[in-house]
Nanobody, 123 residues
Framework: QVQLVESGGGLVQAGGSLRLSCAAS????????LGWFRQAPGKERNFVAA????????HYTDSVKGRFTISRDNAKNTVYLQMNSLKPEDTADYYC????????????????WGQGTQVTVSS
């Protein structure tokens, strides 16, 4: 009963920035946390960042700390991922996900997923 739609992906040069958005609809009041995952070609889907819906507590994977910022706008039911100083290794499909039980770092911990948005970083 939660629908997630990502947007904001695209093609950028190394060092550039992108801002991803995840619009949530449905039974969002029941969610505990929203997370971002990414999946590069031929690789598994890995955790990037997450934020608790009520408290706004954030968590990041080590490779993006200092470069990415996750935030949320509760009134708009939207979570954002501001990505700065992008590197070619950030190239992946990025997915927004919602969990109803607890914040986790595995894709198995999340209950609902968006369709993904593609991010490509050149050079």
């Amino acid at each position: 009963q939660v629908q997630l739609v990502e947007s904001g992906g695209g093609l950028v040069q190394a060092g550039g920035s992108l801002r991803l958005s995840c619009a949530a609809s449905g039974r969002t009041f029941s969610s505990y946390a929203l997370g971002w995952f990414r999946q590069a070609p031929g690789k598994e889907r890995n955790f990037v960042a997450a934020i608790t819906w009520n408290g706004g507590n954030t968590h990041y994977t080590d490779s993006v700390k200092g470069r990415f910022t996750i935030s949320r706008d509760n009134a708009k039911n939207t979570v954002y991922l501001q990505m700065n100083s992008l590197k070619p290794e950030d190239t992946a499909d990025y997915y927004c996900a919602a969990t109803f039980h607890a914040l986790g770092y595995s894709s198995a911990d999340y209950d609902y997923w968006g369709q993904g948005t593609q991010v490509t970083v050149s050079s």
